[in-house]
């Protein structure tokens, strides 16, 4: 609960939080863990939006569950760009925090920042990152619709969220492929609204690497550095190198 000026006044209970994730986990649907940590995070936090990634590099992360289209698009964007707060969250093993992106919040990434706002009604955006022990596997993300920071409550809140999100992962990561099978949900739309996977995007990495004679590696980055110059998603430049309604060999 808050008063008028958006303080607390009673404290965030978690615990009910954690025993429907553990209920959860031990059902025959674990990936409705997800969805109650994406719920949970938005109430606790008093955000409007969140979304929960795996990530193991620039090249390599896939949303796993969003709560709402604008969510799932800052995941979209930062990947598009390879850089941004859930990045820095990952490689940093700290929270992000961006509670004005008007006011100069993000200036480190002032590209992301502008076309955050350009594209969507975000104005702040708190990244937490999720790691078990040293190894960071992903972040937690969420925004405000208005430029306010979180109050010592969220913080810690969002803190505790992110580990409960890392064990959730971790407890999907079994030999009968349930992190697999998170991805296919999430995209489906099953975990929340519809998210992107990223073969596709590989796929047509491969395409440009055999077009332009270069690595995968090399070719990614023609990927990304098109869709950066041309103002779109990586994921629909990719669908269109596919489609061979592009190919980067012919663009000057």
């Given at each position: 609960?808050?008063?008028?000026?958006?303080?607390?006044?009673?404290?965030?209970?978690?615990?009910?939080?954690?025993?429907?994730?553990?209920?959860?986990?031990?059902?025959?649907?674990?990936?409705?863990?997800?969805?109650?940590?994406?719920?949970?995070?938005?109430?606790?936090?008093?955000?409007?939006?969140?979304?929960?990634?795996?990530?193991?590099?620039?090249?390599?992360?896939?949303?796993?569950?969003?709560?709402?289209?604008?969510?799932?698009?800052?995941?979209?964007?930062?990947?598009?760009l390879?850089?941004?707060?859930?990045?820095?969250?990952?490689?940093?093993?700290?929270?992000?925090?961006?509670?004005?992106?008007?006011?100069?919040a993000?200036?480190?990434?002032?590209?992301?920042?502008?076309?955050?706002?350009?594209?969507?009604?975000?104005?702040a955006?708190?990244?937490?990152?999720?790691?078990?022990?040293?190894?960071?596997?992903?972040?937690?993300?969420?925004?405000?619709?208005?430029p306010?920071?979180?109050?010592?409550?969220?913080?810690?809140?969002?803190?505790?969220?992110?580990q409960?999100?890392?064990?959730?992962?971790?407890?999907?990561?079994d030999?009968?492929?349930?992190?697999?099978?998170?991805?296919?949900?999430?995209?489906?739309?099953?975990?929340?609204v519809?998210?992107?996977?990223?073969?596709?995007?590989?796929?047509?990495a491969?395409?440009?690497?055999?077009?332009?004679?270069?690595?995968?590696?090399a070719?990614?980055?023609?990927?990304?550095?098109?869709?950066?110059?041309?103002?779109?998603?990586?994921?629909?430049?990719?669908?269109?190198?596919?489609?061979?309604?592009?190919?980067?060999?012919?663009?000057?």
């Amino acid at each position: 609960m808050t008063d008028g000026a958006g303080r607390r006044d009673t404290p965030t209970d978690l615990t009910s939080m954690r025993d429907a994730v553990a209920l959860a986990l031990r059902g025959p649907d674990p990936t409705e863990a997800l969805r109650i940590v994406c719920r949970s995070t938005a109430d606790a936090l008093l955000v409007d939006g969140t979304a929960i990634s795996a990530i193991s590099g620039t090249r390599h992360r896939e949303t796993l569950c969003a709560s709402d289209d604008t969510a799932a698009e800052l995941e979209e964007l930062q990947y598009s760009l390879g850089e941004g707060p859930c990045f820095e969250a990952f490689d940093l093993g700290v929270p992000v925090l961006l509670p004005d992106l008007d006011a100069g919040a993000a200036a480190q990434w002032p590209v992301y920042a502008s076309r955050v706002v350009e594209r969507s009604p975000a104005r702040a955006v708190f990244v937490f990152p999720l790691s078990f022990g040293s190894l960071p596997i992903g972040s937690l993300s969420t925004y405000r619709l208005t430029p306010t920071p979180l109050d010592a409550e969220a913080l810690a809140a969002g803190s505790e969220l992110a580990q409960t999100a890392a064990l959730v992962l971790l407890g999907l990561q079994d030999p009968a492929g349930t992190a697999a099978r998170v991805q296919r949900e999430a995209a489906a739309g099953r975990l929340g609204v519809r998210v992107m996977r990223h073969e596709e995007v590989h796929m047509a990495a491969g395409m440009v690497a055999e077009q332009l004679h270069v690595s995968t590696e090399a070719a990614f980055d023609r990927l990304r550095g098109y869709a950066f110059v041309e103002t779109r998603l990586l994921v629909d430049v990719a669908s269109d190198v596919l489609a061979h309604r592009l190919r980067l060999d012919q663009v000057g």
